[in-house]
Protein backbone atom coordinates (compact mmCIF):
# COMPACT_ATOMS: atom_id res chain seq x y z
CA UNK A 1 0.00 0.00 0.00
CA UNK A 2 1.20 3.83 -0.71
CA UNK A 3 1.24 6.51 1.57
CA UNK A 4 -0.82 9.19 -0.02
CA UNK A 5 0.90 12.61 0.52
CA UNK A 6 1.66 14.15 3.51
CA UNK A 7 1.53 17.17 2.31
CA UNK A 8 -1.78 16.39 1.56
CA UNK A 9 -2.61 14.66 4.57
CA UNK A 10 -1.30 17.89 6.19
CA UNK A 11 -4.08 20.15 4.03
CA UNK A 12 -7.01 17.71 4.64
CA UNK A 13 -6.33 17.64 8.16
CA UNK A 14 -6.35 21.11 9.29
CA UNK A 15 -9.27 21.98 6.96
CA UNK A 16 -11.03 19.06 8.73
CA UNK A 17 -10.41 20.82 12.31
CA UNK A 18 -11.01 24.06 10.99
CA UNK A 19 -14.25 23.33 8.67
CA UNK A 20 -13.10 25.97 6.29
CA UNK A 21 -10.44 26.37 3.39
CA UNK A 22 -10.12 29.81 3.93
CA UNK A 23 -8.75 29.70 7.69
CA UNK A 24 -7.07 26.36 6.88
CA UNK A 25 -5.09 28.51 3.95
CA UNK A 26 -4.81 30.95 6.62
CA UNK A 27 -3.10 28.22 8.93
CA UNK A 28 -0.90 26.70 6.70
CA UNK A 29 0.60 30.51 4.94
CA UNK A 30 -1.13 29.27 1.19
CA UNK A 31 -3.95 30.10 -0.44
CA UNK A 32 -7.50 29.08 -0.29
CA UNK A 33 -7.05 27.43 -4.01
CA UNK A 34 -3.73 25.77 -2.77
CA UNK A 35 -5.68 23.93 -0.34
CA UNK A 36 -8.63 23.36 -2.42
CA UNK A 37 -6.37 21.35 -4.87
CA UNK A 38 -4.67 19.60 -2.19
CA UNK A 39 -7.95 18.39 -1.13
CA UNK A 40 -8.93 17.26 -4.10
CA UNK A 41 -5.41 15.40 -5.06
CA UNK A 42 -6.19 13.38 -2.08
CA UNK A 43 -9.35 12.58 -3.12
CA UNK A 44 -8.24 11.43 -6.32
CA UNK A 45 -6.12 9.55 -4.57
CA UNK A 46 -8.02 7.92 -2.29
CA UNK A 47 -11.07 7.27 -4.96
CA UNK A 48 -13.15 8.84 -2.70
CA UNK A 49 -15.07 12.61 -1.65
CA UNK A 50 -14.03 13.59 1.48
CA UNK A 51 -16.48 16.64 1.78
CA UNK A 52 -19.97 17.91 0.82
CA UNK A 53 -19.56 20.80 -1.01
CA UNK A 54 -22.37 23.76 -1.61
CA UNK A 55 -21.61 27.32 -3.85
CA UNK A 56 -20.48 29.08 -0.49
CA UNK A 57 -19.67 26.41 2.30
CA UNK A 58 -17.71 22.65 2.40
CA UNK A 59 -18.48 19.89 4.80
CA UNK A 60 -16.79 17.03 5.98
CA UNK A 61 -18.93 13.74 5.00
CA UNK A 62 -19.31 10.71 6.08
CA UNK A 63 -15.67 9.62 4.70
CA UNK A 64 -14.26 12.54 5.20
CA UNK A 65 -15.12 12.14 9.39
CA UNK A 66 -13.60 8.44 9.30
CA UNK A 67 -10.27 10.02 7.74
CA UNK A 68 -10.43 13.03 10.09
CA UNK A 69 -10.38 10.98 12.99
CA UNK A 70 -7.53 9.08 11.82
CA UNK A 71 -4.95 11.73 10.76
CA UNK A 72 -5.53 13.82 13.46
CA UNK A 73 -4.46 10.51 15.47
CA UNK A 74 -1.97 10.13 13.19
CA UNK A 75 -0.26 13.82 13.28
CA UNK A 76 -0.87 13.94 17.27
CA UNK A 77 1.45 10.42 17.64
CA UNK A 78 4.14 12.81 15.65
CA UNK A 79 3.72 15.80 17.62
CA UNK A 80 4.32 14.41 21.05
CA UNK A 81 7.29 12.41 19.24
CA UNK A 82 9.02 15.66 18.49
CA UNK A 83 7.84 17.50 21.27
CA UNK A 84 9.54 14.60 23.37
CA UNK A 85 12.42 15.64 21.21
CA UNK A 86 12.31 18.88 21.61
CA UNK A 87 12.76 18.19 25.30
CA UNK A 88 15.90 16.64 24.99
CA UNK A 89 17.85 18.73 22.54
CA UNK A 90 19.30 21.98 21.65
CA UNK A 91 16.79 23.38 19.52
CA UNK A 92 15.37 26.72 19.47
CA UNK A 93 12.59 28.05 21.62
CA UNK A 94 9.69 29.33 19.34
CA UNK A 95 7.89 31.91 20.81
CA UNK A 96 4.99 34.11 19.53
CA UNK A 97 2.90 37.36 20.29
CA UNK A 98 1.46 40.15 18.75
CA UNK A 99 3.35 42.76 17.39
CA UNK A 100 2.51 45.50 20.69
CA UNK A 101 3.80 43.34 22.90
CA UNK A 102 7.16 42.28 21.25
CA UNK A 103 8.03 45.29 20.35
CA UNK A 104 7.22 47.71 23.37
CA UNK A 105 8.18 44.59 25.96
CA UNK A 106 9.16 41.27 24.84
CA UNK A 107 11.69 41.64 22.26
CA UNK A 108 14.81 43.76 24.56
CA UNK A 109 14.25 41.46 27.23
CA UNK A 110 14.84 38.19 24.98
CA UNK A 111 17.97 40.10 23.18
CA UNK A 112 19.12 40.28 27.19
CA UNK A 113 18.10 36.76 28.03
CA UNK A 114 19.67 35.15 24.90
CA UNK A 115 23.42 37.19 25.67
CA UNK A 116 23.07 35.73 28.89
CA UNK A 117 22.29 32.25 27.66
CA UNK A 118 24.47 31.66 24.46
CA UNK A 119 23.76 28.22 24.71
CA UNK A 120 19.84 28.71 24.03
CA UNK A 121 18.55 29.46 20.81
CA UNK A 122 15.70 32.02 20.37
CA UNK A 123 13.39 32.59 17.40
CA UNK A 124 10.36 35.30 17.84
CA UNK A 125 7.19 35.49 15.53
CA UNK A 126 5.23 38.60 15.85
CA UNK A 127 2.05 38.24 14.53
CA UNK A 128 -1.66 38.76 15.14
CA UNK A 129 -2.86 35.01 14.05
CA UNK A 130 -2.74 32.91 16.97
CA UNK A 131 -0.57 29.88 16.60
CA UNK A 132 -2.02 26.43 17.55
CA UNK A 133 0.51 24.99 20.62
CA UNK A 134 -1.31 21.59 21.20
CA UNK A 135 0.23 21.24 17.54
CA UNK A 136 3.36 22.16 17.86
CA UNK A 137 3.41 25.63 15.89
CA UNK A 138 5.28 27.39 18.89
CA UNK A 139 7.18 26.77 21.53
CA UNK A 140 5.13 29.51 23.91
CA UNK A 141 2.92 32.06 22.91
CA UNK A 142 1.74 35.51 24.59
CA UNK A 143 -2.00 36.34 24.84
CA UNK A 144 -3.74 38.70 25.31
CA UNK A 145 -7.12 37.36 26.80
CA UNK A 146 -9.66 38.18 29.34
CA UNK A 147 -8.83 36.72 33.26
CA UNK A 148 -12.26 34.59 32.83
CA UNK A 149 -10.75 32.79 30.07
CA UNK A 150 -7.28 31.88 30.31
CA UNK A 151 -5.32 29.25 28.99
CA UNK A 152 -5.16 25.88 30.57
CA UNK A 153 -1.63 25.98 30.64
CA UNK A 154 -0.11 29.47 31.34
CA UNK A 155 1.08 31.85 33.96
CA UNK A 156 -0.34 35.77 33.83
CA UNK A 157 2.14 38.20 33.10
CA UNK A 158 0.16 41.38 33.15
CA UNK A 159 -2.83 42.53 34.39
CA UNK A 160 -3.87 45.67 32.05
CA UNK A 161 -4.91 48.63 34.03
CA UNK A 162 -5.07 52.17 31.51
CA UNK A 163 -3.92 55.29 32.35
CA UNK A 164 -3.04 58.92 30.81
CA UNK A 165 0.47 58.88 29.41
CA UNK A 166 2.24 61.84 27.52
CA UNK A 167 5.72 62.56 26.22
CA UNK A 168 8.16 64.75 28.03
CA UNK A 169 8.02 67.31 25.31
CA UNK A 170 4.11 67.98 24.83
CA UNK A 171 3.68 68.15 28.88
CA UNK A 172 6.36 71.01 28.85
CA UNK A 173 4.70 72.52 25.80
CA UNK A 174 1.08 72.19 26.67
CA UNK A 175 0.41 71.41 30.70
CA UNK A 176 0.21 71.45 33.32
CA UNK A 177 -2.64 68.57 33.58
CA UNK A 178 -2.85 68.82 37.33
CA UNK A 179 -6.71 67.26 37.43
CA UNK A 180 -8.12 64.46 34.61
CA UNK A 181 -10.28 67.72 33.88
CA UNK A 182 -7.46 69.53 32.29
CA UNK A 183 -7.27 66.64 29.38
CA UNK A 184 -10.56 68.20 28.58
CA UNK A 185 -8.29 70.60 26.44
CA UNK A 186 -5.72 67.88 25.63
CA UNK A 187 -4.70 66.83 22.24
CA UNK A 188 -5.86 62.77 22.91
CA UNK A 189 -4.49 59.61 20.69
CA UNK A 190 -7.44 56.92 20.81
CA UNK A 191 -7.59 53.27 20.21
CA UNK A 192 -10.86 51.08 18.40
CA UNK A 193 -9.05 47.34 18.77
CA UNK A 194 -11.95 44.72 19.19
CA UNK A 195 -11.14 40.71 19.39
CA UNK A 196 -13.11 38.28 17.90
CA UNK A 197 -15.49 37.59 20.07
CA UNK A 198 -16.58 41.82 19.87
CA UNK A 199 -14.56 42.21 23.60
CA UNK A 200 -13.03 46.45 22.73
CA UNK A 201 -10.18 47.94 25.56
CA UNK A 202 -11.23 50.79 27.14
CA UNK A 203 -11.35 54.20 25.35
CA UNK A 204 -11.35 57.71 26.49
CA UNK A 205 -14.80 58.08 26.92
CA UNK A 206 -14.83 55.14 29.33
CA UNK A 207 -11.84 57.40 31.13
CA UNK A 208 -13.71 60.52 31.26
CA UNK A 209 -16.81 59.11 32.62
CA UNK A 210 -14.49 57.99 35.29
CA UNK A 211 -12.97 60.40 36.50
CA UNK A 212 -14.72 63.44 35.24
CA UNK A 213 -18.43 62.75 34.97
CA UNK A 214 -20.23 63.55 31.75
CA UNK A 215 -17.81 65.60 30.59
CA UNK A 216 -16.32 64.57 26.90
CA UNK A 217 -12.83 65.04 25.70
CA UNK A 218 -12.49 67.40 22.52
CA UNK A 219 -13.01 66.38 19.13
CA UNK A 220 -10.17 65.19 16.78
CA UNK A 221 -6.99 63.74 17.89
CA UNK A 222 -5.49 60.43 16.07
CA UNK A 223 -6.97 56.88 15.76
CA UNK A 224 -5.44 53.82 15.66
CA UNK A 225 -6.24 50.51 15.40
CA UNK A 226 -3.53 48.77 17.80
CA UNK A 227 -2.91 50.29 21.06
CA UNK A 228 1.12 49.85 20.01
CA UNK A 229 0.68 52.39 17.67
CA UNK A 230 -1.36 54.84 20.23
CA UNK A 231 1.81 54.52 22.46
CA UNK A 232 4.47 55.09 19.93
CA UNK A 233 2.29 58.37 18.59
CA UNK A 234 2.40 59.52 22.54
CA UNK A 235 5.87 59.24 22.65
CA UNK A 236 6.49 61.31 19.41
CA UNK A 237 4.92 63.70 21.40
CA UNK A 238 1.64 63.45 19.10
CA UNK A 239 -0.29 64.07 22.46
CA UNK A 240 -2.15 62.44 25.48
CA UNK A 241 -2.48 57.93 24.63
CA UNK A 242 -4.00 56.11 27.26
CA UNK A 243 -0.99 53.61 28.05
CA UNK A 244 -0.63 49.92 29.78
CA UNK A 245 0.55 48.32 32.45
CA UNK A 246 2.76 46.34 29.84
CA UNK A 247 2.88 48.00 26.35
CA UNK A 248 3.85 52.05 28.60
CA UNK A 249 6.60 50.38 31.11
CA UNK A 250 9.65 50.35 29.37
CA UNK A 251 8.75 54.28 27.98
CA UNK A 252 7.99 55.25 31.00
CA UNK A 253 11.10 53.70 32.61
CA UNK A 254 13.27 55.28 30.53
CA UNK A 255 11.62 59.03 30.23
CA UNK A 256 10.00 58.83 27.09
CA UNK A 257 6.58 59.15 28.37
CA UNK A 258 5.35 60.69 31.99
CA UNK A 259 2.23 59.81 33.98
CA UNK A 260 1.11 63.43 34.92
CA UNK A 261 -1.69 61.18 37.44
CA UNK A 262 0.88 59.00 38.91
CA UNK A 263 -0.87 56.29 40.60
CA UNK A 264 -4.23 57.64 40.67
CA UNK A 265 -6.79 57.75 37.34
CA UNK A 266 -6.13 54.07 36.18
CA UNK A 267 -8.82 52.05 34.63
CA UNK A 268 -8.51 48.14 35.97
CA UNK A 269 -9.87 45.84 32.91
CA UNK A 270 -10.46 42.30 33.07
CA UNK A 271 -7.58 42.38 30.32
CA UNK A 272 -4.83 40.46 31.02
CA UNK A 273 -1.43 39.05 29.24
CA UNK A 274 -0.65 35.22 29.73
CA UNK A 275 2.44 33.00 28.62
CA UNK A 276 0.85 29.71 27.24
CA UNK A 277 2.57 26.64 26.44
CA UNK A 278 1.61 23.09 25.12
CA UNK A 279 -1.30 21.24 28.06
CA UNK A 280 0.40 17.82 26.11
CA UNK A 281 3.77 18.34 27.50
CA UNK A 282 5.90 19.73 30.37
CA UNK A 283 7.81 22.29 29.66
CA UNK A 284 11.51 21.20 28.61
CA UNK A 285 13.63 22.32 31.65
CA UNK A 286 15.53 25.35 29.64
CA UNK A 287 11.78 26.17 28.45
CA UNK A 288 10.93 26.38 32.18
CA UNK A 289 13.75 28.77 33.02
CA UNK A 290 12.53 30.99 30.01
CA UNK A 291 8.82 30.77 31.73
CA UNK A 292 10.30 31.44 35.04
CA UNK A 293 12.70 34.20 33.67
CA UNK A 294 9.70 36.27 31.65
CA UNK A 295 7.36 36.02 34.70
CA UNK A 296 10.08 37.53 36.67
CA UNK A 297 10.75 40.25 34.25
CA UNK A 298 6.82 40.70 34.34
CA UNK A 299 6.71 41.18 37.97
CA UNK A 300 9.54 43.99 37.84
CA UNK A 301 7.79 45.80 35.13
CA UNK A 302 4.32 46.08 36.29
CA UNK A 303 5.31 46.59 40.10
CA UNK A 304 3.15 45.36 42.99
CA UNK A 305 0.18 45.27 40.38
CA UNK A 306 1.23 42.04 39.00
CA UNK A 307 1.60 40.03 42.27
CA UNK A 308 -1.02 37.45 43.02
CA UNK A 309 -1.28 33.98 40.74
CA UNK A 310 1.39 31.92 39.59
CA UNK A 311 1.20 29.64 37.07
CA UNK A 312 -2.14 27.74 35.84
Known amino acids: M ?8 RTFEVAAR ?71 DDGPIHITCAPSIASHWLMRRLNQYAADNPDITLSLEATEQLTDLERGEATLAIRFTTADSPAQASERLFCETFFPVCSP ?58 IGHAIQ ?13 ALASDDIANGRLVVPFAERCRLRTPWEYRLAWSRKTTPAEKVRRLIDWLAAEARASAGPESEGEGGA
Open 2 to 9: RLPSLIAL
Open 233 to 245: GAVSGQGFALGTT
Open 169 to 226: AYLEQFGPFDAPRDLLKARLIHTHWRNAANLRLPGWDDWFAAYVGEAEPQAGGMRFGL
Open 18 to 88: RRNFTEAAQELSVTPGAVSRQIRLLEAELGVSLFDRTRNTVSLNENGRKLAATVSQAFDLLIRGADELRGQ
